[in-house]
Each structure stands twice: as structure tokens, then as C-alpha cells.
């Protein structure tokens, strides 16, 4: 979606942190989402943030959130190969109508 | 508990021939979205249902697209003719109602127009 940019390709070594990152436009968007996309399967959320929060910690993921730069960050720490996937980074708008970035493709290399 | 159930969920047909999609979302989840998915981009969403009622279908090409919810449950989502331009994967989606955070997503049907 031309609201929400993301990064398109991240590669990292398994056991490494990965961040990627995601800008958005509307600043009227109350939560940020993060979901994950596996081939041949649906959307999984990950995790998701209100917007006036700052940073959200849920087990290996931390979501950062910069209000004022419209930027948005998903850190995945000990990176497995599990965890390659496409992720997509999301803005909600007026009755939770989401606004999906391009996503970004992580790679786990081991 | 079962999540959102689609089918089929693969299809090719040829252009210009009818296709339909069949979606079950999660028991009791009110709200049910259908999202198209282009090729290395993100799901755009086509149209939301409250129950029966389509409230949001701003970015649904009426002209060939149609969908109806009639029970306020499942839900079928068809497109006549179908267009080359068509082929993408479709998603559709569910919450429990239209204040909820969490979308529960199926795992598309991808459509081939040849």
C-alpha cells in the first residue's frame, strides 16, 4: 500500500537479531501491527501496538515506535530459521480497516 | 477451535469464465473482511461485513465483483467475468467485531486467470 513502506529483503545469520523496519503516513492511525506470512499460508499477527505507546516487548519480538518520525521497527532476537518468512508491517484506519505495507522477506541463514 | 476455513483453495480457469470463493470465518466473530493479495505486495482489503451488512466496499470492482453474507456467517465472494488482471490470492479474514484488534486470517484461494 503506497501508505505504509517497507524494506524489501532482510538476511540475517541464525541466533542474530533482525530488525525491520516500516514508515507510515496516517498519524491518525491508532494501532501498528505487525504480522508474519509463511509460503502457501495465511497471515499470522504477530503483534501489535497502540499508538501511544513507545515500545512493546513480547518474548523475542520488540516493537519500537516513533510517533513523530511515523516509523515503526519489529526486532526479532535470536533469529531461527523458523522465523523466515515475509513480514508485513500494517496501519489500522477508521473501523480497523488495515492498511498492509509491501512486506519485507527475511532470510535465515544457518 | 477451527480458524477461517476458504475453498477452494487453488483455481485456474480461463478469462472471461465465472469464479466464486467460499469463506467460513471463526465461530462468533461477527466482522468478516476479503483482502486481495497481488503478487509481492500486501493484502488490499475488497469489502467488511458486520454481520450481514457489507459496510465498507469502497474498493470493490462492482462491475465484476460481487459478494453476499447472507446469514451473517459464511460467506462467497464471485467474480464474472474474470479478467487476466484478476489472479492474485484471495484472503479472507474474521474478528469479532469491527472494534476488535485481531484479524484471524485464512490461507487464500490463489486464483489463476489463463
Known amino acids: 500500500g503506497e501508505d505504509v513502506e517497507q524494506s524489501l529483503f532482510l538476511s540475517v545469520r541464525e541466533g542474530d537479531s533482525s530488525v525491520i523496519n516500516c514508515t507510515y503516513t496516517?498519524?491518525?492511525?491508532?494501532?501498528l501491527y505487525w504480522y508474519k506470512q509463511e509460503p502457501g499460508a495465511g497471515l499470522q499477527l504477530l503483534t501489535y501496538?497502540?499508538?501511544?505507546?513507545d515500545m512493546k516487548q513480547d518474548q523475542r519480538l520488540t516493537v519500537l515506535l516513533n510517533k513523530k518520525d511515523k516509523h515503526l521497527s519489529l526486532r526479532i532476537a535470536d533469529t531461527q530459521t523458523g522465523d523466515s518468512a515475509i513480514y508485513f508491517c500494517?496501519?489500522?484506519?477508521?473501523?480497523?480497516?488495515?492498511?498492509f505495507g509491501a512486506g519485507t522477506i527475511l532470510r535465515v541463514k544457518s | 477451535e477451527a480458524g477461517v476455513v476458504q475453498s477452494p483453495r487453488y483455481k485456474i480457469i480461463e478469462k472471461k469464465q465465472p469464479v466464486a470463493f467460499w469463506c467460513n470465518p471463526i465461530?462468533?466473530?461477527?466482522?468478516l473482511y476479503w483482502y486481495r493479495q497481488n503478487l509481492g505486495q500486501g493484502p488490499e482489503l475488497l469489502i467488511r461485513?458486520?454481520?450481514?451488512?457489507?459496510?465498507?466496499d469502497s474498493q470493490l470492482p462492482k462491475d465484476r465483483f460481487s459478494a453476499e453474507r447472507l446469514k451473517g456467517v459464511d460467506s462467497t465472494l464471485k467474480i464474472q467475468p474474470a479478467e487476466l488482471g484478476d489472479s492474485a490470492v484471495y484472503l479472507c479474514?474474521?474478528?469479532?467485531?469491527?472494534?476488535?484488534?485481531?484479524?484471524?486470517f485464512g490461507p487464500g484461494t490463489r486464483l489463476t486467470v489463463l
Open positions: 479474514a474474521s474478528s469479532l467485531d469491527y472494534r476488535s484488534n485481531e484479524q484471524f
Open positions: 496516517d498519524s491518525s492511525s491508532t494501532y
Open positions: 501496538i497502540f499508538s501511544n505507546m
Open positions: 500494517a496501519e489500522s484506519k477508521f473501523g480497523n480497516k488495515l492498511v
Open positions: 465461530s462468533g466473530h461477527n466482522t
Open positions: 461485513y458486520e454481520n450481514e451488512e457489507a459496510v465498507d
